[in-house]
């Protein structure tokens, strides 16, 4: 992938009546709770009474970023002249904007424009003060007309501290339009400052005059057609790093103009490592210089992508970028297919998407495009990319989806389907207090391994399994989950343990195969079977049904042997409930740090003892112990070439297998009205 070029190419798309000074609206960093009221006020100066008021509150949206002009701040480099403010940066309003803004319009050949005409009014009412150079200049404080209780009192404003004293008082910004508005009620909250004029009767609303957007759209170099002067001094051509065509103006000061929280900070980071360094620095212009032109297209794709294409894998921030291989998208259809992408990562079934998918003519006519991925953190100011995943076909992202639904269909009843989302929610992933995810980069690898066909080891997914069922088990026998949200723990909390940890095996079991018939695991683990019907089984607690189950997983003899063990475990956790131990003490018995072959031969003694204990050794309970003989003989003697990790998962597969069971039968048993028999029995009663 070469990322400029598509991010050009998508912005090429953009058709021409489109309004340049879109892809520049910036969103607020000020976070607003649900219960909070966001609104926008009015700063406005009056030439007439030469007075200067904050007023007029009006309900805050996204539309009013766009409607008014809300470009966030300069760059501190740059000239202050960007009008509409968020409160936080209000000192920028009452300093050097007003100055900073008259030296814009001076130097961009805009001096005799109205909106320089206002300025040169304002401060021929003594409402500001500018100056000759950049940051000069400051708005009249006391101007400000103030709400009676605190009227002829002295106004100053404490830049550092970022506050604004009204006599001896000090108020936060917020906290000084709440006081300039009298408005007492702190879940309103003002996090937008417009400022106006106000002449004969009118209030004219600066950032929405046609001189100041044509300013704006000079500054960065967005001019519309007729607008732009020819840059006659350059003479000088150089070749366009995306275009690769010899141009006039090619330059890599535009980069400069990008987002800080874009798409475009990947190329310009990535590339300004390469530059060459000279005596006088380094030399940006070789290494990514760019034409106007293409400027223009990264600028207009830049926001589409911030638009479009932006969806969400792993609760990480990504962009999903379609490339088509033979034929060029249109500018319609292309956030379809975004949206469907991200569908992927967020229905609850693999087949549901391929309904959809499938039911899409357009997708289904050119399925030949592929998929980048890129995942990322942005806090505002800096752009980390986590994962890019890059030349993802299509039909390799169908296959997916196809081959998911097959496995987890197998699992049935056992499991209720199984999407690409899912896999986030079996990896633990540790969350910091702030709720940063610190080991995501484990899902995102999964994740990668998948799209991209990279081996990825089995015994990585035997040690992801042990440590899910260890750390989500550990956490719900708290009183309160702290920590691995991502597993969805809440779903099983308190008492649900069996569930989570049926949850936890089957869609491990389902991975596995996933990643075993996309030939991507470094050795095969279960044995291809024949016949892979799904069968319609009324009884899944039947010796036949279970010795079915395990050959259509393809599960080698000690894996079945294990399987077993883990269903007489389930049958003494049972047992234990039933004598009212709820926690089930048994699993405590079993090791997810990983268990050894005789550590194993251990626990299977511990087993037997206490269905012994529980005078639970009847017909079933012994034939379980004759299947785990039947599939491993006399454990001691045997070489046994499954994992410490893989045991563990085993073990719980045959558990998982046993909740299931139950719990179907159970619910087949109510299905057949039998009232005295559904739910009746306290083992099953834990079931929802
Ligand atoms: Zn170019």
């Not at 879940?187 to 929405?208: M, N, T």
């Not at 259509?552 to 294990?562: C, N, P, V």
């Amino acid at each position: 992938m070469n990322l400029p070029q598509l991010t050009a190419y998508l912005g090429s798309l953009v058709p021409a009546d489109h309004d340049p000074l879109e892809a520049k609206v910036k969103s607020l960093k000020t976070k607003i709770k649900s219960e909070e009221r966001p609104y926008a006020v009015f700063l406005t100066f009056d030439l007439e009474r030469q007075s200067i008021r904050i007023e007029d509150p009006i309900p805050f949206s996204k539309d009013i970023l766009y409607e008014y002009g809300y470009f966030g701040n300069n760059d501190a480099a740059q000239l202050q002249s960007y009008l509409v403010r968020e409160v936080e940066s209000l000192h920028y309003l009452l300093t050097s904007v007003w100055n900073d803004l008259r030296l814009a319009l001076q130097k961009h050949n805009m001096g005799d424009s109205r909106l320089s005409k206002w300025i040169e009014e304002m401060e021929a009412s003594e409402l500001l003060v500018t100056g000759n150079k950049k940051g000069r200049g400051k708005v009249c404080l006391d101007r400000f007309q103030l709400p009676g209780s605190l009227e002829g009192k002295s106004v100053t404003l404490q830049k550092e501290n970022r506050v604004i004293c009204i006599g001896s008082q000090k108020f936060k910004y917020e906290a000084f339009v709440h006081a300039m508005l009298e408005h007492e009620n702190k879940k309103d909250r003002f996090v937008l400052v417009i400022p106006a004029v106000f002449e004969q009767g009118v209030r004219i609303v600066l950032s929405q005059h046609e001189d100041y957007r044509k300013l704006v759209r000079k500054i960065n170099n967005l001019e519309l057609p007729e607008e732009r002067e020819e840059d006659s001094h350059s003479s000088e051509q150089r070749v366009c790093y995306v275009c690769q065509q010899l141009k006039p103006s090619v330059k890599s000061e535009y980069t400069t103009k990008f987002s800080r929280t874009g798409i475009n900070k990947v190329f310009t980071t990535t590339t300004i490592n390469s530059a060459r360094y000279k005596t006088d620095g380094y030399s940006y212009d070789d290494a990514y210089a760019i034409c106007l032109e293409c400027y223009r297209h990264l600028v207009n794709g830049e926001a589409l992508i911030e638009k479009r294409f932006k969806g969400s894998i792993a609760r990480e921030s990504a962009f999903f970028l379609p490339e088509g291989l033979f034929e060029p998208f249109d500018y319609d259809s292309i956030g379809r297919i975004k949206d469907r992408l991200d569908f992927a990562f967020q229905c609850k079934e693999a087949g549901e998407w391929l309904e959809m998918v499938e039911a899409d003519a357009e997708w289904m006519q050119h399925p030949y495009f592929t998929i980048h991925i890129i995942v990322y953190r942005t806090d505002g100011t800096s752009f980390t990319v986590l994962e890019t995943i890059e030349d993802v076909p299509a039909l390799r992202f169908m296959q997916i989806m196809k081959t998911i639904r097959q496995a987890s269909g197998q699992l049935k009843p056992f499991l209720q389907g199984m999407s690409l989302g899912n896999i986030y929610r079996m990896v633990p992933i540790r969350e910091t207090k702030k709720g940063e995810q610190v080991n995501v980069g484990r899902v995102l690898s999964l994740y990668k391994a998948l799209f991209s066909g990279y081996r990825i080891r089995s015994e990585t997914l035997f040690d992801y399994a042990s440590e899910a069922l260890d750390k989500g088990i550990l956490q719900l026998s708290k009183e309160k989950i702290d920590n691995y949200r991502n597993m969805g723990l809440d779903e099983y909390h308190p008492d649900k343990v069996d569930f989570f940890i049926q949850r936890m095996a089957m869609q491990y079991l389902a991975l596995i195969q996933v990643f075993q018939q996309l030939a991507i695991l470094d050795r095969p683990v279960f044995t291809p079977s024949f016949g892979t019907e799904e069968q319609d089984m009324q009884l899944y607690d039947s010796v036949e049904a279970v010795e079915q189950f395990l050959d259509r997983q393809g599960f080698s003899s000690e894996a079945k042997a294990l399987f077993y063990l883990g269903c007489m475990i389930h049958r003494v956790g049972v047992e234990q409930y039933k004598k009212g131990h709820k926690t089930k003490p048994v699993l405590k018995k079993i090791h997810f740090q990983g268990m050894s072959a005789s550590e194993v031969y251990r626990l299977y003694y511990d087993v037997l003892d206490k269905l012994r204990q529980y005078d639970a050794f009847d017909r079933y309970s012994e034939t379980l112990i004759e299947g785990f003989h039947r599939h491993c003989g006399i454990l001691k003697e045997r070489e046994w070439p499954l994992s410490d990790h893989a045991n563990v998962f085993y073990i719980m597969s045959g558990y998982a297998y046993q909740v299931g069971a139950l719990a179907s039968h159970n619910k087949g048993r109510k299905q057949d009205g039998d009232p005295t028999e559904s739910g009746a029995d306290p083992a099953i009663a834990q079931l929802p």
